[in-house]
């Protein structure tokens, strides 16, 4: 079935333009125009430009993100499925992009009564123009655009999870599917339209979420981990699988995860200000406290610190400051940081081995269970004066409670959606590649290429 799968595509990437496009401009009436100009002026806000700036940098950051994660994520698998890892990650990258702007957004973004997903209002951009977005003082179509940027990576988070085992067309269905139906409503629940009227919101329960940890982290993790037990394990787990063929790559991977995640969070501010001052820091040491705390954890258990384990410790640490980076102090920070590398590493070392999941990149263990720890520990560490609510250490015990909700409500909207969906794929498209195909590698029986020769 898979060989159909561009057969499909192709006519609906030609057909969208034209069934849905711009309705056919008419001449403009002086009056309409002169009264339209003059509300504008009135009520409009204004947009900044060095706000602006600011975003544009902080989105073309978040991109980068996602071929760092390919390295990242190449680096770590086999040599014969570099090439089927990398090409997945910018598949997301460009298969993201056209679904978050033709409806994406809309439901991710789009005003609604019920909380739960948005409406159809913004849906091929309709209403999504220069204007300013809201109060912020960026561009409406900047706003859409950095926001795209996480639905580009989250979706390329979960395929570590089932690296070297996946059907190429598998992936790109489920992927597609898990964007509009799982990541765009918790998108919703968390942000809602303007901010306002997202399920968290009518709740009363006002999460604190200031970057995606609960719509990216927690949410791509417990997908993940179900992936993972609906796939199986990959042939020979885990006495036959080979150690990362190329940990420079990883190493590089991490170091481009590290560098785009100031705009990922910083970002998350919409301006160029105090807020996004203190994301960028906190981010920063959260980091590098969770890096140091995992070799440390290495250098006791192992003899050795590794390089493996201080890049995976740091961005278990990014991970965990993602939610609470806009509400912590940088010594909040710390704490952040620190419980990150603790929780993941006993989550990578001893959780994966005592319930026999082959999650081949750790996955859940470093961004479910970080992005969890984060989410609890921005209800911890929250301070009133930085990010306008109070956490447990100053006195608001029930900013915990709300977090924990927010995690549970994820855990389970994404984990049985993902399930279904992944049987759903199976059965229609195919998920799992055939025991031989696993055996030659992805590279060459999904796309006919190799990354490396063995002579030149």
């Not at 395929?159 to 059907?167: I, Q, V």
């Not at 990541?183 to 006002?206: A, K, M, Q, R, T």
């Not at 785009?260 to 501010?269: D, L, M, P």
């Not at 939610?323 to 952040?336: D, E, H, K, L, Q």
Request: glycine fraction near 14%; include cysteine.
């Amino acid at each position: 079935m898979q060989r159909f799968l561009p057969w499909v595509i192709l006519p609906v990437l030609a057909i969208c333009p034209l069934a849905f496009g711009q309705d056919a401009p008419t001449a403009p009436d002086p009056a309409a125009l002169t009264e339209a100009a003059e509300t504008a002026a009135g009520d409009a806000v204004p947009i900044n430009a060095g706000n602006t700036a600011f975003m544009l940098i902080a989105s073309a950051l978040v991109l980068l993100m996602t071929p760092g994660l390919a390295f990242f994520y190449g680096g770590l698998v086999r040599r014969k499925n570099v090439l089927s890892v990398l090409m997945q990650c910018m598949m997301c990258m460009c298969l993201m992009t056209v679904l978050w702007v033709v409806i994406g957004y809309s439901l991710a973004f789009g005003p609604t009564n019920a909380g739960f997903i948005g409406g159809l209002d913004h849906m091929f951009l309709k209403g999504v123009g220069t204007e300013a977005y809201g109060d912020t003082a960026i561009p409406h179509v900047l706003f859409m655009a950095f926001q795209g940027m996480f639905a580009i990576i989250t979706p390329a988070l979960i395929l570590g999870a089932y690296a070297e085992r996946m059907k190429f067309g598998g992936f790109c269905v489920f992927s597609a599917a898990w964007l509009l139906i799982v990541y765009c409503p918790i998108c919703h629940w968390v942000w809602g339209y303007n901010g306002e009227d997202g399920f968290f919101n009518l709740l009363g329960d006002n999460a604190l979420d200031f970057a995606g940890g609960t719509v990216v982290h927690i949410n791509a993790g417990i997908a993940a981990l179900v992936a993972t037990f609906v796939l199986g394990r990959r042939q020979g787990y885990p006495t036959r699988i080979s150690p990362p063929h190329n940990l420079p790559f990883a190493v590089l991977g991490a170091g481009l995860l590290w560098f785009g995640w100031f705009g990922f969070n910083a970002g998350s501010a919409l301006g160029a200000g105090a807020s996004a001052a203190n994301a960028f820091v906190t981010t920063h040491v959260a980091a590098a406290t969770a890096g140091l705390t995992w070799s440390v954890i290495d250098w006791i258990y192992n003899g050795k610190p590794t390089v493996l384990g201080m890049i995976t410790g740091a961005v278990g640490g990014l991970v965990a400051i993602t939610p609470a980076c806009g509400f912590v102090s940088p010594m909040g920070a710390i704490g952040v940081g620190f419980g990150a590398g603790i929780l993941a590493y006993f989550a990578v070392a001893f959780v994966k081995e005592k319930f026999g999941y082959d999650d081949s990149l750790d996955v859940f263990g470093v961004h479910g269970v970080a992005g969890i720890w984060g989410a609890i520990a921005a209800g911890i560490w929250a301070v009133k004066e930085i990010g306008g609510t109070a956490g447990l250490l100053e006195g608001n015990a029930a900013q915990v409670g709300i977090q924990f909700k927010a995690i549970i409500y994820t855990l389970v909207y994404s984990g049985i959606v993902s399930f279904v969906l992944l049987k759903l794929v199976d059965l229609t498209v195919g998920i799992k590649a055939s025991d031989q195909h696993e055996r030659i590698g992805l590279d060459l029986t999904e796309h006919a290429e190799t990354a490396y020769t063995l002579v030149d």
